[in-house]
C-alpha cells in the first residue's frame, strides 16, 4: 500500500522543547500508514473485531458490531444520491448509535458536521445553512429544534434516534422514562422522516461502495467561535485527524512507563462526542487501541455518572478542570478504587492546580494537561505523561509540531516573553469552511494558526497560557489576566467555583470583578478580598465579588466569561 504523505513541520531548528521529550519519542511522525479514516477504520474493526468498541448504559458494541452497523448507514446514505464529500449533521449527544452514524458517515466518503444538540433555532440555521448539510441525524429529544429550521436549510434527509436505540430489550423501558416519565421529548413532527431503526434495517439489505477517499478531502467541519464573532466551520481533512492520532499514539504510549498498560483499555468518554476533544482523544484513540469507551450521555448528573466510574474504572479519563471539581465535590466519588487509573488528561479550559492537587491527592493519578483547538484537531501540546510532575503548563509540542510566541506584526517574540500562541503542524486545519477572508487572519502566511490565546514559553520549551486575547483585563494601563485571579481565588477552601472578567471603572479604566460559587455558606465578600490580596498586587485583586449559585458553563463544562460579562 502507498503511504500518504504528511505535512512536516519545518526544520528541527531551535525546538527548544526536544531537550524535555521523553526518551524514544520521535520530533516527526512519519508518514501516514492510512490515506483516510475509513482505512484507519478497517484496520482497526478486523484487529479487535471481538471487543466491545463502545458502552452505553449497561449495552456494549464490539468492533464487528459497529463495523457491521456502520456499514449499512454508509450503504443507506450511497442509496440517496449523496456524492463524495456532502455534508451530514450529527445532532446526537453520546449514545450508541452516534459512533455507527459518524463512521458511517465516513466511510460513505461524506462530511461529518458535529452539531450540539443544545443548540438554539438560530445557532442551528446557521451551521446547516453554512455547511450545506444534505441529511440530519438526531436525538427526537432535540427534533423540534430541527423542525422550526428545516424549510430554511436544504437539508433533505432527516433521520431521527431515540435514546433507546441499539440496547436491546431495555431500549423500550429507557424510552418510556424519557418519553413518559421524565418527559423530555417535546412535540415534533417532521413530515417524511425515517427512523434510525428504519435506515439501519434498509442500509442493511445493501452493499457499500468503497470510496476513493484522499487524505487532503474533508473529514470533518467543526464549528468553533474561533477567536472572532459569527460560528465558521473549521475544515479538518484526513489527513489531519490521522496526524493527530498518530502523534497522540506516540504520547501515549508513555504513559505506560508510569503504570503498566492494562490488556485491554478502558476510556471514560465523558465530554461530548461531538466535541473535537472526544472525537480525537477518546473516539479514534480507542479505536486506535483497541479500547473501549463508556459513553456517558449525560454527565452533568454527577451521582448517575459516578456510579458508572465505580462500574467500569476506567484506565483513561479526558475531562475538563470543572468536571474534576464536581466530583471531588461529590461523597461517593471519594469512596471509589482508583488503582486502574493510568491516565487523566486535562483539557478545554486551564486545569487549576488547586484542582490537580487534590485529585492527584484523592486518586493517586496526576492530571496531565493537554491544549489544542477545534483548529487544530485537537491536541497541539500535552505535558509529558511519564512523570507525575503538574507544570502549570500546557506542556510542550506533539511531534512535528511547532509552536512560537508571536507579537501583534507576527515577529516571534524571545523566550520568556508574553506574546500570541501560534502553531504549525499536519493536524492544523486547511482553513475556516468558505471563509477565506477569516482563513487569512487566522494563519500566517508561512503556515502558522493564530491560536487567539496569550502567553509564553520557558526554556525548556513549555508552554504557559497567561489567557485569552478578548478576557484580557486592562487596569489604569496594566493587563490582568482573569485565569491568574481565578487560579489564586480556588485555593481559597470555602470557594467551589470561580470566574473573572473586567467590568468598567471611571477611575482605573477596568476593574476585575469575581464571580463566586460557595463551597462554604459562611464565605463573605471580605473573606474573598482578604484572600486575593494575600496573594495578588494590588490592581489584580478583585474590587467587585459577586455570590451566585451556580456559574454558566458550554455543554462541555467550560465557564463561560462572556455571558457573566452579559
Known amino acids: 500500500m502507498a503511504e500518504a504523505s504528511t505535512q512536516q513541520a519545518g526544520s528541527n531548528t531551535g525546538k527548544i522543547w526536544l531537550k524535555s521529550y521523553p526518551p524514544g519519542v520521535p520530533a516527526e511522525i512519519g508518514p501516514l500508514p492510512y490515506r483516510s479514516i475509513g482505512e484507519f477504520f478497517d484496520h482497526a474493526v478486523a484487529q479487535y473485531s471481538w471487543r466491545p468498541a463502545f458502552t ?31 455534508r451530514v449533521a450529527v445532532m446526537l449527544p453520546n449514545i450508541l448509535p452516534n459512533p455507527v452514524i459518524v463512521y458511517g458517515i465516513l466511510r460513505a466518503g461524506l462530511t461529518v458536521v458535529n452539531v450540539n444538540p443544545l443548540y438554539t ?35 433533505k434527509h432527516v433521520v431521527v434516534a431515540s435514546m433507546g436505540d441499539m440496547l436491546g430489550v431495555k431500549g423500550a423501558v429507557v424510552n418510556l422514562v424519557v418519553r413518559r416519565v421524565k418527559k423530555l421529548v417535546p412535540a415534533w413532527s417532521l413530515p417524511g422522516h425515517l427512523s434510525f431503526r428504519t435506515a439501519l434495517a434498509r442500509g442493511a439489505k445493501l452493499t457499500l461502495t468503497k470510496p476513493h477517499t484522499a487524505p487532503s478531502d474533508v473529514a470533518f467541519l467543526q464549528y468553533t467561535g474561533g477567536t472572532t464573532g459569527v460560528s465558521k ?97 461529590n461523597a461517593e466519588f471519594k469512596k471509589l478504587d482508583f488503582s486502574s487509573l493510568v491516565l487523566t488528561f486535562g483539557g478545554g479550559m486551564a486545569v487549576q492546580r488547586p484542582v490537580a492537587e487534590r485529585w492527584m491527592a484523592m486518586t493517586g493519578c496526576p492530571i496531565h494537561e493537554g491544549y489544542g483547538l477545534s483548529e487544530t484537531s485537537p491536541v ?33 517574540l524571545p523566550i520568556g516573553e508574553i506574546g500570541e500562541i501560534c502553531i504549525r503542524g499536519p493536524q492544523v486545519m486547511a482553513g475556516y469552511w468558505q471563509r477565506p477572508d477569516e482563513t487569512d487572519k487566522a494563519i500566517s502566511p508561512d503556515g502558522f494558526f493564530r491560536t487567539g490565546d496569550i502567553g509564553f514559553m520557558n526554556a525548556d520549551g513549555l508552554t504557559k497560557i497567561v489567557d485569552r486575547k478578548k478576557d484580557m483585563i486592562l487596569v489604569s494601563g496594566f493587563n490582568v489576566f482573569p485565569n491568574e485571579i481565578e487560579e489564586v481565588a480556588a485555593t481559597h477552601p470555602g470557594i ?13 479604566g477596568e476593574a476585575v470583578k469575581l464571580f463566586v460559587v460557595r463551597k462554604d455558606p459562611d464565605l463573605t465578600e471580605e473573606d474573598v478580598k482578604r484572600h486575593c490580596a494575600a496573594n495578588l ?30
Open 56 to 86: 452505553c448504559m449497561g449495552k456494549s458494541l464490539s468492533f464487528a458490531a459497529l463495523n457491521t452497523h456502520s456499514a449499512a448507514i454508509s450503504a443507506w446514505l450511497q442509496s440517496l444520491g449523496l456524492k463524495k464529500g456532502d
Open 233 to 329: 466551520g473549521a475544515t479538518l481533512t484526513h489527513s489531519n485527524l490521522l496526524s493527530n492520532m498518530a502523534q497522540m499514539e506516540l504520547w501515549l504510549e508513555t504513559a505506560f512507563r508510569r503504570k503498566p498498560r492494562p490488556e485491554n483499555l478502558t476510556f471514560m468518554c465523558a465530554l461530548p462526542l461531538y466535541h473535537i476533544f472526544a472525537l480525537t482523544v477518546n473516539s479514534l484513540m480507542g479505536l486506535s487501541t483497541g479500547g473501549n469507551n463508556i459513553l456517558i450521555p449525560n454527565p452533568r448528573d454527577i451521582p448517575a455518572f459516578v456510579k458508572e466510574l465505580g462500574k467500569y474504572r476506567p484506565n483513561i479519563f479526558p475531562g475538563l478542570n470543572t468536571l474534576f471539581n464536581a466530583l471531588m465535590n
Open 380 to 412: 497541539a501540546t500535552a505535558n509529558r505523561l511519564d512523570t507525575g510532575d503538574f507544570t502549570g503548563t500546557i506542556g510542550m509540542p506533539l511531534p512535528s509540531t511547532e509552536v512560537e510566541i508571536r507579537d501583534e506584526q507576527g515577529n516571534t
Open 496 to 508: 467551589l467555583e470561580c470566574a473573572a472578567i473586567g467590568v468598567a471603572d471611571p477611575h482605573s
Open 121 to 155: 433555532p438560530r445557532e442551528l440555521e446557521h451551521q446547516l445553512v453554512d455547511a450545506g448539510a444534505k441529511a440530519i441525524f438526531v436525538l427526537e429529544n432535540f427534533a423540534h429544534t430541527v423542525e422550526q429550521v428545516l424549510a430554511r436549510t436544504v437539508v
Open 537 to 566: 498586587t494590588n490592581y489584580k485583586r478583585p474590587r467587585h465579588v459577586e455570590f451566585r449559585n451556580e456559574l454558566p458553563k458550554s455543554n462541555v463544562g467550560k465557564i463561560l466569561r462572556k455571558d457573566l460579562r452579559g
